[in-house]
T-cell receptor, first 123, second 114 residues
Framework: AQTVTQSQPEMSVQEAETVTLSCTYD???????LFWYKQPPSRQMILVIR??????QNATENRFSVNFQKAAKSFSLKISDSQLGDTAMYFC????????????????????FGKGTKLSVIP | EAQVTQNPRYLITVTGKKLTVTCSQN?????MSWYRQDPGLGLRQIYY???????DKGDVPEGYKVSRKEKRNFPLILESPSPNQTSLYFC?????????????FGPGTRLLVL
């Protein structure tokens, strides 16, 4: 089974500064996807960024970027120019494709989450 | 607007009283899934469905049932709820193939079982 570890339960950052959230995972798969989700106080889950394991280039999305180290099984999220609206819980997630032999279609996808990092942006 | 909807958003019930949480998506997604979120445990997958009439267990399926009779709907059924099923529940959907593996989450359903 896959495991996802977020070693920082809570973090804080000054507004406009940069912060990095860490995530490590354990898997024997070679083909998989990694995600960062944001959960603000509204509790809705919002996709921040995704990374395909077969891509060496790190994904970026505006102020959000990742440092994907496949050999080290590390997937950290960097938030630049932090804003008050970035205050939220952040979850790292791992998705592997695998085949369901009872279904003749393409493989299915199971998502495993870390326990989350609570980020507070301080004015 | 593309979205995943869940109902109800909040529910208080008593032990043993059957309940259903509905989930619906308007994106024609083939893959749908249910998660529960508990403090200190993150999100854990309960059940998922790869298409109509195709469902399978996730990591924590005990005490839950699902059905997928239509592509857009994926209800979660608690036949005999117990207090340990008090949690925040999320439904999610995604395309099964291609590059759209990204899962879209509903707003969540907060359940309290007394």
């Amino acid at each position: 089974a896959q495991t996802v570890t977020q070693s920082q339960p809570e973090m804080s950052v000054q507004e406009a500064e940069t912060v990095t959230l860490s995530c490590t995972y354990d898997t024997s798969e070679n083909n998989y996807y990694l995600f960062w989700y944001k959960q603000p106080p509204s509790r809705q889950m919002i996709l921040v960024i995704r990374q395909e394991a077969y891509k060496q280039q790190n994904a970026t999305e505006n102020r959000f970027s990742v440092n994907f180290q496949k050999a080290a099984k590390s997937f950290s999220l960097k938030i630049s120019d932090s804003q008050l609206g970035d205050t939220a819980m952040y979850f790292c997630a791992f998705m592997k494709p695998y085949a369901n032999l009872a279904y003749s279609g393409a493989g299915s996808y199971q998502l495993t989450f870390g326990k989350g990092t609570k980020l507070s942006v301080i004015p | 607007e593309a979205q995943v909807t869940q109902n109800p958003r909040y529910l208080i019930t008593v032990t043993g009283k059957k309940l259903t949480v509905t989930c619906s998506q308007n994106m024609n997604h083939e893959y749908m899934s249910w998660y529960r979120q508990d403090p200190g445990l993150g999100l854990r997958q309960i059940y998922y469905s790869m298409n109509v009439e195709v469902t399978d267990k996730g990591d924590v399926p005990e005490g839950y049932k699902v059905s997928r009779k239509e592509k857009r709907n994926f209800p979660l059924i608690l036949e005999s709820p117990s207090p340990n099923q008090t949690s925040l529940y999320f439904c999610a959907s995604s395309q099964k193939q291609g590059v759209q593996e990204t899962q879209y989450f509903g707003p969540g359903t907060r359940l309290l079982v007394l």
